[in-house]
């Protein structure tokens, strides 16, 4: 896993991609006009209301008539960029496969078969999203989890976007992946099939225990968070809604390379050919940070900024966009001779966890974490299920309209201080779904299972290791802290308790022995590579407290603080955005 900024330029020239030639998935005749291999047969379009569009590729000027549910539609004409985009009439949620049928004015024809309509969404991100059922040691409860998928061969089908376009200079017979693709892998000439494990991973297939298990294949099917994460909305709809996912990532990238720009070369390659019609959605999830660990003032403007560029890209400014806060696990190291703990790689984690946290600023954007089910020892943990049903329930709320007690987290709102005899108290409001949230400091289960899946040394999640692993550290730990100034201007860290107040929605964090001439300025909160997790909802789910770092005087989550008047979180300047753009124009 990488960190912070790199030279992506150089790493670019000899990356393969993940890109699927879909057209000899979809029937058609020889002609001159063809469907965009991002479409095929047995996929899932997006039902009403929403308008889905079909679209392709052809000689401009040529008519493309679609017949759909036995009504001929007006011609779509080729336009002079070769494309052609027919919307289709808003279609209810069926488990009826239609067939769509597409006519040239010059007698070529092509056709969709098996097409549900249903939610569509695209699932993205780095390996924690690429994450299949096999992957590592495998995910929770795998044998089960497979076993069921049988049972929803009717209702949901996926796809899961290839690895094989090789980016560079076309003079040394690579892809130019600097501008945006119309089509996955135009490297190849059309039809050109896929070929499972390479140009493509799996075509729009049904659910099965084959599909999502690729005969035991690690890291070549589908993606465990995305298909658990459907799967769960699914049976919420009770199951009369047919659910279309797309898996496409790539893992060990920064949200450089999924950015819109000549830099963004995964986005042009993996996601822009989605926009071309584009391709109507549901919604989006995305489960990528770790490499951007060590960059999180970048990360809090490009996160953001990023989802607002797909929206604009998708021509859907509102649709709903789900992440997840990167998980628990050892970043802080040791090095040099004796060892010492990287401390600041450790507060970069939690860093990057709060700059994740700055996308909760745009509307329609839900959140789910791994703070609390993660491994200590392995960065990619393989509880799925947790963060998976949390992001399942945010959507269900924030796009479905359901009430789903327990689904929203509680997160900081705002703190205040006081000081007394040596001692600082600092008592923070905790918020969710922007009402006083009711707490506890009962741990759930999934808070107290073991840290390093019963390696030796392993405690319960919600606990420091300091023990029987080698590489760990107490600092990797997220204790409660109180941060302020000395006298002489230097920055001081005050260990602190934490406790739920008088009122279940607030917390007091309590430092004592406090030196004389401390000025207390800010509160932290897991703060860590392991955010040590000790205080949850009391409602339904138990969702744990999100991590803060924040001034008194900031009332939301994702604002890192100012001690001394020197920001706290590394690289952030107040130019920091012109910093994004300028790496854009490049």
Known sequence: VKSGFEDWSIAMLSMHLSVAWLAASC??????????????????????????????????????????????????????????????PPTDASKVPTTIAFSGSDG?????????????????????MQYTPHSMAGMNNLTAELAAADSYADSIRFFTVGMDTVCGDPKRNQTNCTLPFRELNPAFTAPHPCSAG????????????????????????????????????????GGTVPIGLISSNWGGTPVQVWTPGPGGVLYNSMIAPYTVGPMALKGATWYQGESNVGAAAFYSVAFPEMITQWRTALKNPA??????????????????????????????????????????ALDNVGMTTAIDTGD????????????????????????????????????YSGSSVATTS?????TVQI???????????????????????????????????TAG???????????????????????????????IGSDPGSILLTATGVPEGFTPEASAYGRASWPRTVLFSADPGNLPVIPWFANFSTKNCWTPPVLGGVGQVKSRTNDVASLFKSWLAQ
């Open 27 to 88: 029937t058609f005749a020889t002609a001159s006009f063809n469907l965009s291999n991002t479409l095929g047969d047995g996929m899932v379009l997006q039902r009403g209301p929403q308008s889905a569009v079909v679209w392709g590729f052809g000689t401009p000027g040529i008519e493309i008539t679609t017949t759909f549910k036995g009504t001929a539609l007006p011609p779509a004409v080729v336009q002079s960029d070769g494309v052609w985009r027919q919307a289709l």
């Open 108 to 128: 070529g024809k092509a056709q969709l078969a098996d097409v549900l309509f249903g939610d569509v969404f695209l699932c993205s991100g780095q390996s924690n």
């Open 198 to 237: 390479h140009s493509c991973r799996e075509n729009w297939e049904p659910a099965s225990a084959k599909a999502l298990g690729g005969n035991g294949t690690s890291w070549n099917t589908f993606s465990a968070v995305c298909w658990l994460t459907g799967r769960n909305i699914h049976d919420a709809l």
């Open 319 to 360: 649709l709903w966009f789900g992440f997840v806060q990167i998980a628990g696990f050892g970043y802080s190291h040791p090095w040099g001779n004796p060892p010492q703990p990287d401390v600041d790689h450790s507060h970069a984690a939690g860093d990057l966890r709060q700059a994740q946290l700055a996308a909760l």
């Open 376 to 411: 200590w020892s392995n960065i990619h943990p393989p509880d799925k299920q947790n963060p998976s049903r949390r992001l399942a329930n945010q959507a269900l709320e924030q796009i479905y309209g359901m009430t789903i007690p327990g689904a929203s987290f509680p997160l």
């Open 422 to 426: 040596g001692t600082v108290t600092v």
């Open 431 to 465: 918020t969710a779904g922007g009402k006083p949230a009711r707490l506890t400091d009962q741990a759930p289960l999934s808070a107290t299972q073991s840290s390093t899946l019963g390696a030796p040394g392993s405690i319960p999640r919600n606990q420091c290791v």
């Open 469 to 499: 692993i080698k590489s760990t550290f107490p600092q990797d730990c997220g204790y409660p802290a109180i941060y302020g100034t000395l006298s002489n201007g230097t920055v001081a860290i005050l260990n602190a308790t934490a406790t």
